[in-house]
Nanobody, 119 residues
Framework: QVQLVESGGGLVQAGGSLRLSCAAS????????MGWFRQAPGKTRESVAA????????NYVDSVKGRFTINRDNAKNTVYLQMNSLKPEDTAVYYC????????????WGQGTQVTVSS
């Protein structure tokens, strides 16, 4: 069993930065591919970024490439999402997720953290 708790969301102006954190409980954290998803009002949930267990392989959706960076610290059971050059269209609830393969079945979800980017 893995519990995921996100933090770091908030309100920021366009062009600003935020760093999201996802703290995981459980000793099996490093067994999972970790990912970030987001869901904007009236839209379906979409994948944003994913990172493998060792942290040397990452994947990003095209819309965030070059602006967002995902990394993980297995010693702290934490995965991060550094978001730079934020745009109003990045506004969404951001969810942390634990998977066995990137963009495969999600075994555990966090509760979500709101990110709002004002223009």
């Amino acid at each position: 069993q893995v519990q995921l708790v996100e933090s770091g969301g908030g309100l920021v102006q366009a062009g600003g930065s935020l760093r999201l954190s996802c703290a995981a409980s459980g000793r099996t954290f490093r067994s999972y591919v970790m990912g970030w998803f987001r869901q904007a009002p009236g839209k379906t949930r979409e994948s944003v970024a994913a990172i493998n267990w060792s942290g040397d392989i990452t994947n990003y959706v095209d819309s965030v490439k070059g602006r967002f960076t995902i990394n993980r610290d297995n010693a702290k059971n934490t995965v991060y999402l550094q978001m730079n050059s934020l745009k109003p269209e990045d506004t969404a609830v951001y969810y942390c997720a634990a998977m066995l393969t990137a963009w495969g079945r999600v075994y555990y979800w966090g509760q979500g953290t709101q990110v709002t980017v004002s223009s």
